[in-house]
């Protein structure tokens, strides 16, 4: 294994540009987007770049606040800003440099008049919440990557319809990179971990566990029906078979199980509705939860699916918390009858 390079700050394209080529790394490249504030959500992205790139590569994190993903009374101003702390979180979990550059240096001749646009999927849940978002957040992505040059670039499912779009973005494009989306990280409590929890006063913060609990609720409704509907499928297809596990007292567990399945509502109208239950009851906790969508959709274009849907989708929450906003979402995996396909995962 040979030895660790010296840990950078790199404040301008330029000191990056100076630092890649006197590195003259002989590995992969991976980079890790932040906005800053970063937690132990953000050093499992740069410790699962490190690994992938080896100790012969080179990861970098950006930290930058893109004014252009923020709307009108948005939190932009508030944002928090620990770039200090930032370097030591990133130098602790693997990263070579940090480019932390200004917003001059990205946007040098002020808002950029030419931008990626997210497209219809830019326009559902978080993008209609905050219209324009999406294609501000590709715009800095774009940038970074073209700047960057990595080989793979991480991003966490937390914000499952960013990186969808992200994928969609260097798909379409041709970017001729990696995307590797690391599994939301989780707080003791179940909070999906976020720079914006330190918002949170304790009152508040036992509200918002209604997001992830919510999401939990629905993942173990659906792991329930789809047990139910396997165990359906299992009844006896001929009488002799039938009379044999009668006498096991098989059949009739099976037609029990058949019979639940076939009086439960669909799979995904039973999955929205127990999570909504939750979130139902948190609004009228003190202070109480405003939802703003819970959402079970296809993450190919985050289009809501149907009872008859079969494959991977995303149950996606987002909702405020006094003056917090705050986003949450599990994957889901909905098999095709006759399959043994996971129920579900958690992350």
Do not use: C
Not at 18 to 46: D, F, K, Q, Y
Not at 84 to 105: C, I
Not at 228 to 250: C, H, K, M
């Amino acid at each position: 294994m040979s030895p660790r390079r010296t840990f950078e700050l790199v404040p301008a394209v330029e000191d990056l540009r100076r630092v890649r080529e006197r590195s003259a790394v002989p590995g992969r490249t991976a980079v890790v987007m932040t906005m800053g504030a970063l937690h132990e959500g953000h050093a499992t992205l740069v410790r699962a770049a490190r690994e992938h790139v080896g100790p012969e590569g080179f990861v970098i994190v950006t930290v930058f606040v893109n004014p252009l993903q923020f709307g009108a009374g948005e939190d932009l101003d508030r944002y928090p800003r620990t770039l200090d702390a930032d370097l030591k979180v990133a130098e602790q979990a693997g990263a070579d440099v940090v480019f932390a550059p200004s917003v001059d240096e990205v946007y040098p001749g002020g808002e950029p008049q030419v931008r990626v646009t997210a497209g219809p999927m830019g326009g559902r849940l978080e993008g209609a919440v905050r219209p324009g978002h999406f294609d501000g957040m590709l715009t800095v992505v774009a940038k970074l990557l073209h700047l960057t040059r990595p080989d793979t670039a991480f991003f966490g499912q937390k914000d499952a319809q960013q990186l969808a779009l992200i994928r969609r973005m260097v798909r379409d494009l041709n970017f001729g990179v990696e995307i590797a989306g690391v599994p939301t990280v989780r707080e003791d409590d179940g909070l999906a971990l976020s720079s914006r929890n330190r918002y949170l006063a304790p009152k508040e913060r036992r509200t918002a566990l209604a997001l992830s609990q919510a999401l939990f609720a629905g993942r173990d409704r659906h792991a329930a029906q789809e047990a139910l509907r396997a165990r359906a499928r299992e009844v006896p297809s001929t009488r002799a078979r039938a009379d044999a596990l009668s006498a096991l007292g098989e059949s009739r567990a099976a037609a029990d199980a058949a019979a639940v399945a076939k009086a439960a509502p669909g799979a995904a109208a039973a999955v929205r509705a127990t999570a909504r239950l939750v979130l139902d009851e948190a609004a009228r906790l003190d202070p109480p939860l405003e939802l703003d969508y819970l959402a079970l959709v296809d993450p190919s274009d985050f289009t809501e699916i149907g009872d008859d849907f079969t494959g991977e989708a995303v149950l996606a929450v987002a909702a405020r918390v006094g003056a917090t906003r705050l986003i949450d979402n599990l994957p889901l995996t909905f098999a095709t009858p006759g399959s043994t396909a996971p129920l579900g995962a958690a992350s």
